[in-house]
T-cell receptor
Framework: KAGVTQTPRYLIKTRGQQVTLSCSPI?????VSWYQQTPGQGLQFLFE???????NKGNFPGRFSGRQFSNSRSEMNVSTLELGDSALYLC?????????????FGSGTRLTVV | DQQVKQNSPSLSVQEGRISILNCDYT??????FLWYKKYPAEGPTFLIS?????DKNEDGRFTVFLNKSAKHLSLHIVPSQPGDSAVYFC?????????????FGTGTLLAVQP
């Protein structure tokens, strides 16, 4: 079965621009979580969506937002990009009933802000 | 505030020997812990987990130990193999893992020398 698909794999943007990243979960999975990975910070939780609703939120500024569609695909958006937003953005999908069974990560989108 | 800490950024071990990766946490509410392995350009993959009601969990060459009083967990890999070379992240969760929000450490790069 297909895994978690993140697009695009690489992205270069300029400061001040906005960007949208996409995550297609494993078929049948209803929960999508987003993480930011930067050197020295590890993976930091951004937010989780389940059934088109945000269920959990991390400690990131409002420039970071997300949404989920009825087919469980999720997008995250970062507005007014800053150099410090350069990172690997990972999403993880899971069946959605509470619990970490089946929690599977995608390969990520590498965002570079110049 | 880093609630999950991996104080060793890197570790080098000879093939066949034991690898011990360490992780400390500060939030006593964490009650479910996981280890992930990550290769470059791939997402993290699940290795092994442990609930706070246990102090040890084994799966093949991988064993996780939990010391709740010290708020410390460790991952033992025996015997280590060159294919184990990767970044290892520990992660913590609340509510017995009944949440899709994970708090990650900063990772330890393991190099297994042939």
């Amino acid at each position: 079965k297909a895994g978690v698909t993140q697009t695009p794999r690489y992205l270069i943007k300029t400061r001040g621009q906005q960007v949208t990243l996409s995550c297609s979960p494993i078929s049948g999975h209803r929960s999508v979580s987003w993480y930011q990975q930067t050197p020295g910070q590890g993976l930091q939780f951004l937010f989780e969506y389940f059934s088109e609703t945000q269920r959990n939120k991390g400690n990131f500024p409002g420039r970071f937002s997300g949404r989920q569609f009825s087919n469980s695909r999720s997008e995250m958006n970062v507005s007014t990009l800053e150099l410090g937003d350069s990172a690997l953005y990972l999403c993880a999908s899971s069946p959605g009933t509470r619990g970490l069974s089946g929690y599977t990560f995608g390969s990520g989108t590498r965002l570079t802000v110049v | 505030d880093q609630q999950v800490k991996q104080n060793s950024p890197s570790l080098s071990v000879q093939e066949g020997r034991i690898s011990i990766l360490n992780c400390d946490y500060t939030n006593s509410m964490f009650d479910y812990f996981l280890w992930y392995k990550k290769y470059p350009a791939e997402g993290p993959t699940f290795l092994i987990s442990i609930s706070s009601i246990k102090d040890k969990n084994e799966d093949g060459r991988f064993t996780v130990f939990l010391n709740k009083s010290a708020k410390h967990l460790s991952l033992h890999i025996v015997p280590s193999q060159p294919g184990d070379s990767a970044v290892y992240f520990c992660a913590a969760s609340l509510y017995g893992g009944a949440t899709n929000k994970l708090i990650f450490g900063t990772g330890t790069l393991l190099a297994v020398q042939p």
